[in-house]
Antibody, heavy 124, light 108 residues
Framework: EVQLVETGGGLIQPGGSLRLSCAAS????????MSWVRQAPGKGLEWVSV???????YYADSVKGRFTISRDNSKNTLYLQMNSLRAEDTAVYYC??????????????????WGKGTTVTVSS | DIQMTQSPSSLSASVGDRVTITCRAS??????LNWYQQKPGKAPKLLIY???SLQSGVPSRFSGSGSGTDFTLTISSLQPEDFATYYC??????????FGQGTKLEIK
């Protein structure tokens, strides 16, 4: 069964650091694009970061320079290192698999597998 | 940045109704548009990708259409399990995905 399980959330003080993990089963993380998406309490979905199968990484402006996405191929696990946390980073964090479909030679991506999420609360 | 605007923000409907949700992009995104359903306390679930392709396992009462800047998600006959929040998402400006603000579908 294809599955993603996030762990590592918790209560952290402003300015602190936290590392989220996303363990995959049923497929290989390193051969897929993998994203982190977050949802603040009562708000909509916000894309946070993606790591490509080739290793390139990209970030939303709101987290650039503070968050780092990475993966451990031997553990088939995705990570999100979050530093200099702010109150506005409080959210449920989801990891997701990005799938691509080629239409007329161009690739369109969509998130077809999601974890259940892990909650990060930044508060003093 | 490409902005995605959904309408309405909330909607009340009855079981059996036909419902349409609209998503508008701030610039043309051809067909790079996906739809997700999210129930309270749960992760989003992919419904439609590439504007009109139904994800495997999703009931055929869900359909998507549109191209360029204007898109719609239609539920042909609402079922009790369809009451949820729906999000559109553009993947034209990969990797900088953006989501719409969501449409909450409630029971009338």
């Amino acid at each position: 069964e294809v599955q993603l399980v996030e762990t590592g959330g918790g209560l952290i003080q402003p300015g602190g650091s936290l590392r989220l993990s996303c363990a995959a089963s049923g497929f290989t993380v390193s051969t897929n694009y993998m994203s982190w998406v977050r949802q603040a309490p009562g708000k909509g979905l916000e894309w946070v970061s993606v790591i490509y199968s080739g290793g390139s990484t990209y970030y939303a402006d709101s987290v650039k320079g503070r968050f780092t996405i990475s993966r451990d191929n031997s553990k088939n696990t995705l990570y999100l290192q979050m530093n200099s946390l702010r109150a506005e980073d409080t959210a449920v964090y989801y990891c997701a698999r990005d799938r691509g479909i080629t239409i007329f030679g161009v690739v369109l991506y969509y998130m077809d597998v999601w974890g259940k999420g892990t909650t990060v609360t930044v508060s003093s | 940045d490409i902005q995605m605007t959904q309408s309405p923000s909330s909607l009340s409907a009855s079981v059996g109704d036909r419902v349409t949700i609209t998503c508008r992009a701030s610039q043309s995104i051809t067909n790079y548009l996906n739809w997700y359903q999210q129930k309270p306390g749960k992760a989003p679930k992919l419904l439609i990708y590439a504007a009109s392709s139904l994800q495997s396992g999703v009931p055929s009462r869900f359909s998507g259409s549109g191209s360029g800047t204007d898109f719609t998600l239609t539920i042909s006959s609402l079922q009790p399990e369809d009451f949820a929040t729906y999000y559109c998402q553009q993947s034209y400006s990969t990797p900088m995905y953006t989501f719409g603000q969501g449409t909450k579908l409630e029971i009338k």
